[in-house]
C-alpha cells in the first residue's frame, strides 16, 4: 500500500509563495509518475502538475504554467510543489497523487494512490 502525506499548506498573500512536500512511502517511489491535483469549493479536481518516473518530464495546466514547479526527489521519496506568484484563484485543497505508470498524465484515473490534501489560502 503506497501513503502520501502532505505538507506546507498555509495562509498567503497574494503575489507569495509556498512551497509544498509530499512524503511518499510504500513502494518504489522511482517507479511511477507523481502529480499534484487541487480541488476548490464547488469545482471538480483539476491537474496542476505531472511528473514522469524519473523527473525529466512535466506538464502544466496553463492556469499554473510559469508560477508553479514541480520537481521530484526519488531518493528521498519525495515530491515537491513550488507555487510563486500565487493568486486569489488558487486557493484550494492540494493532493499529492501516485500513479501506476511511468508517463506524466494529467487525468484523474490514472493515479490510483492519494494523500490527504493540504489547504492552500490566498488573501488578496
Known amino acids: 500500500q503506497v501513503q502520501l502525506v502532505e505538507s506546507g499548506g498555509g495562509l498567503v498573500q497574494a503575489g507569495g509563495s509556498l512551497r509544498l512536500l509530499c512524503a511518499a512511502s510504500?513502494?518504489?517511489?522511482?517507479?511511477?509518475?507523481m502529480a499534484w491535483f487541487r480541488q476548490a469549493p464547488g469545482k471538480e479536481r483539476e491537474c496542476v502538475a505531472t511528473i514522469n518516473w524519473i523527473g525529466e518530464t512535466s506538464v502544466y495546466s496553463s492556469s499554473v504554467k510559469g508560477r508553479f514547479t514541480i520537481s521530484r526527489d526519488n531518493a528521498q521519496n519525495t515530491l515537491v510543489l513550488e507555487m510563486n506568484n500565487l493568486r486569489p484563484e488558487d486557493a484550494a485543497d492540494y493532493y499529492c497523487?501516485?500513479?501506476?505508470?511511468?508517463?506524466?498524465?494529467?487525468?484523474?484515473?490514472?493515479?490510483?494512490?492519494w494523500g490527504q490534501g493540504t489547504r492552500v489560502t490566498v488573501s488578496s
Open positions: 510504500g513502494r518504489t517511489f522511482g517507479s511511477y509518475a
Open positions: 497523487a501516485a500513479s501506476n505508470y511511468r508517463t506524466a498524465d494529467y487525468r484523474t484515473g490514472q493515479y490510483a494512490y
